[in-house]
């Protein structure tokens, strides 16, 4: 899949806002721009303006994702997404997909962490056993493990592919250098302490 970052960022507010603020939801489409804008839970924070995120609603709605709504009286017009018919996610899996797609990689603490208002995770496990179902279905992506870090991350796949691989890539390569550096010291080291020993030997 090959949605974009303000479609990615678009889809996960209305996810986001489906679940924990269901009395505002659907979205107008100012209300989408603030939930997208927000300094708050949100990586990288943006500052997308109506007509940006009215085109990337456009595009989603062309893939099935998202379309038109109306609350009860209201004049405005308003859209909610349709992710979960689309895909045919569970809404555990909804709710992994909302946070990776507002906050980029995630290890699955953080994930049970930052979910706990879209999805009650009773247990680590269950968070790991959710992203082992969507990496089958190629909606998500385990990401090697880069150096200083001890947890693997998790990436979803419905878009931003070019930060997928960038986040992936391995981090440059000087081992091999550091390691060549190491073993001429210790080499120089010994021959100095042989120098030493032959120069202290008595006349």
């Known amino acids: 899949m090959d949605a974009d970052p303000v479609e990615i ?25 603030l939930a997208c804008n927000q300094a708050t839970n949100r990586d990288p924070v943006v500052e997308y303006d109506e007509s940006t995120i009215r085109d990337a609603l456009t595009r989603m ?20 997404h349709l992710l979960d018919e689309a895909l045919r ?8 997909l909302a946070v990776l797609m507002l906050r ?3 290890t699955p603490g953080e994930l049970k962490q930052r979910s706990e208002r ?17 990496i089958e279905r190629k ?37 091999d250098d550091l390691a060549s550096r190491v073993a001429q010291l210790e080499e120089r080291v010994t021959r100095l302490e042989a120098e030493v020993r032959g120069s202290s030997q008595p006349l």
Request: net charge positive; with cysteine; hydrophobic share 40%.
């Open 9 to 33: 960022r678009a889809l996960g507010c209305l996810i986001e806002k489906q679940r924990t603020t269901p009395d505002q939801y659907p979205l107008s489409l100012n209300a989408l721009r």
């Open 104 to 106: 980029g990689p995630q």
């Open 61 to 80: 709605s062309d893939r099935g994702w998202v379309r038109l709504a109306s609350g009860p009286g209201s004049r405005a017009v308003k859209f909610r």
């Open 139 to 175: 909606l998500v992506a385990r990401l090697p493990r880069q150096a200083g870090q001890k947890e693997l991350r998790y990436q979803q796949l419905l878009g931003d592919a070019a930060e997928a691989a960038q986040t992936a890539a391995p981090e440059p390569a000087v081992t």
């Open 89 to 96: 996610v569970s809404p555990s899996e909804l709710a992994v």
């Open 118 to 134: 879209l999805y009650p995770f009773s247990a680590l496990d269950d968070v790991e056993r959710t992203l082992g179902q969507l």
